[in-house]
């Protein structure tokens, strides 16, 4: 087993996830199999509990796990499904270690940060790593050197390196280098004091990637190895990219890739990265141009909409269509507010969330799409408050709500789920994971999946309320998704519409480059359609 462990320098937000991310996708290019770790030093023991404007969009693992975003990009760039595993906390270390103390298992030993809790985070890393297998394991270390908080990882992995030996083990620190507008020149001082405070902690970076606007001169390249003790030929440029998808090539031009498998000794197989560079073409070559609508309520932070962001990419790689987003705020409270952000867009998507704020808009949102006959998605809550319009809207319900926002409704169309009404802890509590989903055959769903069997990502404490289900669909709204035992309803399609479909599952979730997410492919292919 072979690890790679990436710290970041300077200030956080560099993109360490997706460097990790580009270095996983040109290792696998190389005939290796690859997984991905990701350490968050917060209390937290997940990210279920964090507000998205916090820490940005929590992603959902098949298993149920509640994780940082960074997961998500590991899933979307290498292809595959992780687990809780590959996902450690502070949170999850300290109670693992409280754990063991309160049963005795340390046989009366004064517990400690060392050794303690370093041997419980070089035990997570290392058992994950070996669950899956895998040739090469990728270890980003979130946050930046010198966070106290960051101080027993840094440890931690410092021991790893020890412990499995040089040649197994390599660190790669990301840092920025800023441009002085007032000089124009590229400055190396932040990369310099970065690697200082590393390199105090014990921990000598083999190679260094460097964030920058534009690509790195040779002279500042030669500056950062002279002074920071790396060759040249491992201090990587990586500027900003016109799109995510393109930073593993241009990390690849740069000899990274030869690098790394050099410096760990692997053996090096020719470059395959053909699907890569032909969706790549096809997202930067688009035949033509749709606008999309996203609905929500944390706009003014994009990660906390990641994977919808993503996904509507990949689709509109699939169908060589340009999508550009209009980020629209639920919460406008002018009259009519949602709406008017509304003309003129192609498509509309109207995305999970928790709470009141923001879900008048949401249905307004889904109103005019539905009135207007705009192609419209909805996810989760979206799919709740495209069934509570519904409801009032064409059915005559006055007051038909969630009992989420109003426990009181004359009509609670959307309910708690039975087995969440005595829940208390809220952190991992909902119904989480990969689900099973029966799809009507011969509906818009089954036919984008070509299946009447799929799995699909969940995370909600509310569902359909059965008592007002035939009545909703007697009037056109058809739930053509349902759970295996048919209690619970999972998509949602009406009748003599281009495209209104809603999902109670998050079909975002598992949308890939080369596998787009149906539903989402579904609402650009009805755009397309509606511009012929």
């Known amino acids: 087993m072979k690890y790679i462990i990436v710290t970041g320098g300077v200030l956080s937000g560099l993109g360490k996830g997706i460097t990790v991310s580009s270095m996983g996708k040109l290792l696998e290019s190389r005939g290796l199999s690859v997984t991905a770790i990701k350490i968050d030093p917060y209390l937290n023991c997940d990210a279920g509990t ?68 370093t041997d419980e985070i070089r035990n997570m890393i290392k058992e994950a790593a070996e669950k899956s297998g895998v040739d090469v394991t990728l270890v980003e270390l979130g946050g930046t050197v010198g966070d106290i908080e960051s101080m027993p990882f840094l440890e931690a992995v410092r021991q790893l390196h020890i412990e499995i030996g040089h040649q197994n083990c390599m660190f790669v620190h990301i840092t920025l280098v800023p441009v002085m507008s007032v000089v124009g020149e590229q400055k190396t001082k932040p990369t310099q004091h970065s690697v200082k405070e590393l390199r105090a902690i014990g921990i000598r970076p083999d190679a260094i ?24 030929t491992a201090v990587i440029s990586a500027p900003d990219a016109q799109s995510i998808y393109r930073v593993p090539l241009i990390l690849e031009e740069q000899g990274l890739t030869d690098f790394l498998l050099e410096r760990l000794g692997v053996p090096s197989s020719s470059e395959d990265l053909k699907e890569w560079r032909a969706f790549l073409d096809r997202l930067e070559n688009p035949e033509s141009e749709v606008s999309v609508a996203i609905v929500g309520k944390y706009t003014h932070l994009k990660d906390s909409y990641i994977s919808h962001f993503e996904a509507l990419h990949h689709c509109g790689a699939f169908t060589k269509s340009k999508v550009n987003i209009r980020w629209v705020e639920a919460e406008d409270e002018k ?59 064409v059915l005559g319900l006055e007051g038909a709500n969630s009992t989420e926002f109003n426990k009181n409704t004359p009509h609670p169309v959307v309910d708690i789920l039975p087995e969440q009404k005595g829940v208390k802890n809220l952190g991992g509590t909902m119904r989480l994971g990969a ?25 909600h404490r509310y569902e359909i ?20 035992d048919k209690i619970r309803m999972e998509i949602a399609e009406l009748s003599d519409h281009p495209y209104f479909v809603a999902s109670q599952f998050h079909p975002e979730l598992k949308s890939r480059p080369a596998r787009p997410a149906p539903l989402y492919v579904g609402l650009l292919k009805a755009i397309l359609e509606g511009k012929k």
């Open 50 to 117: 964090m507000n998205p404007y916090q820490h940005g969009e929590v992603f959902v693992l098949d298993d149920g796990s509640e994780v940082d975003l960074d997961l998500g990009n590991y899933e979307r760039f290498l292809d595959t499904s992780l687990t809780k595993d590959h996902n450690i906390t502070t949170g999850k270390a300290y109670r693992a270690v409280i754990e063991k103390e309160r049963r005795g298992d340390y046989l009366g030993q004064t517990v400690q940060i060392i050794p303690h809790i």
């Open 209 to 232: 990637v460097c964030r920058a606007k534009s690509p790195l001169s040779k002279s500042i390249k030669e500056k950062i190895s002279l002074f920071c003790d790396v060759p040249t």
């Open 335 to 393: 009259p009519g507010g949602t709406a008017i952000q509304l003309e003129g867009v192609d498509g509309v998507v109207v995305p999970g969330g928790f709470g009141k704020r923001g879900a008048l808009g949401k249905i307004e949102a889904a109103r005019y799409a539905r009135e207007n006959k705009i192609p419209f998605l909805g996810i989760c809550l979206g799919f709740q408050l495209a069934v509570v319009e519904f409801c009032r809207n």
């Open 435 to 459: 689900q099973d989903v029966i799809v009507q055959e011969g509906s818009k769903a089954q036919m984008l999946y070509e299946s009447t069997t799929i799995s699909e990502r969940h995370r």
């Open 465 to 484: 309320n059965p008592d007002y289900i035939k009545q909703i669909e007697d009037s056109g709204l058809k739930f053509t998704g349902r759970s295996p």
